[in-house]
């Protein structure tokens, strides 16, 4: 069975230094992995994912994340944050291979950016 | 472009009672279509998709049903609430077939059944 953790509940950082936010994930073979933000009241919007090719995915509003297979991670980073990227950010993951629709999300990590 | 739709946004109902809350896709073709379900302070949760009209696939075994009765329409039901199903609903959909595809999330539902 595939699974994300995400460690942390929440993240303060503030406005103008460098965000991380951690993910890790459990899957059979190579994972297709995923970042997406939702804010109050609101859908989940795509930021990025990674399927395979460069570790490093970049995705929208600046956003990047790390692909780490050995330590099997999937950081997401900002290298500023601003106090508008304060929001709910969920990881997930899906194993490879036909009919695989599951997609798995871990608990979600609210990030605080503090003026 | 592709835009998906679900309503209502907010939904008050008593124990006991039936739920409908609807989706629609508009601009895409034969997507896949699902609900999450997602508790407070908890992650999402797939209950249902759906890759064809009339294909529902239940991840979850619980007191709730999807129909998709047209391409672009799916229907989450409850034929009796429980006090377990407050939660907040999303739909989504994805291009067909593709599982490394993204997901393209509706604003969704909020169920408070009391």
């Known amino acids: 069975a595939q699974s994300v953790a995400q460690p942390e509940d929440q993240v303060n950082v503030a406005e103008g230094n460098p965000l991380t936010v951690k993910c890790t994930y459990s899957?059979?073979?190579?994972?297709?992995l995923f970042w997406y933000v939702q804010y109050p009241n609101r859908g989940l919007q795509f930021l990025l994912k990674?399927?395979?090719?460069?570790?490093l995915v970049k995705g929208s509003y600046g956003f990047e994340a790390e692909f780490n297979k050995s330590q099997t991670s999937f950081h997401l980073k900002k290298p500023s944050a601003l106090v508008s990227d304060s929001a709910l950010y969920f990881c997930?993951?899906?194993?490879?291979?036909?009919?695989?629709?599951?997609?798995?999300f871990g608990k979600g990590t609210k990030l605080s950016v503090i003026p | 472009s592709q835009t998906i739709h679900q309503w209502p946004a907010t939904l008050v109902q008593p124990v006991g009672s039936p739920l409908s809350l609807e989706c629609t896709v508009e601009?895409?073709?034969?997507?896949?279509l699902y609900w999450y379900r997602q508790a407070a302070g908890r992650g999402l949760q797939l209950l249902f998709y759906?890759?064809?009209?009339?294909?529902i696939s239940s991840e979850v075994p619980q007191n709730l049903s999807a129909s998709r009765p047209q391409d672009r329409q799916f229907i989450l039901s409850s034929k009796k609430l429980l006090l377990s199903d407050s939660g907040f609903y999303l739909c989504?959909?994805?291009?067909?077939?593709?599982?490394?595809?993204?997901?393209?999330f509706g604003s969704g539902t909020q169920l408070s059944v009391l």
């Open positions: 899957v059979s073979g190579n994972p297709y």
């Open positions: 759906s890759v064809g009209i009339g294909q």
């Open positions: 601009g895409t073709s034969n997507p896949n």
């Open positions: 990674y399927i395979t090719g460069d570790n």
């Open positions: 989504a959909w994805s291009k067909t077939r593709a599982t490394n595809e993204k997901l393209f």
């Open positions: 997930a993951v899906r194993a490879p291979g036909a009919g695989s629709y599951q997609l798995t």
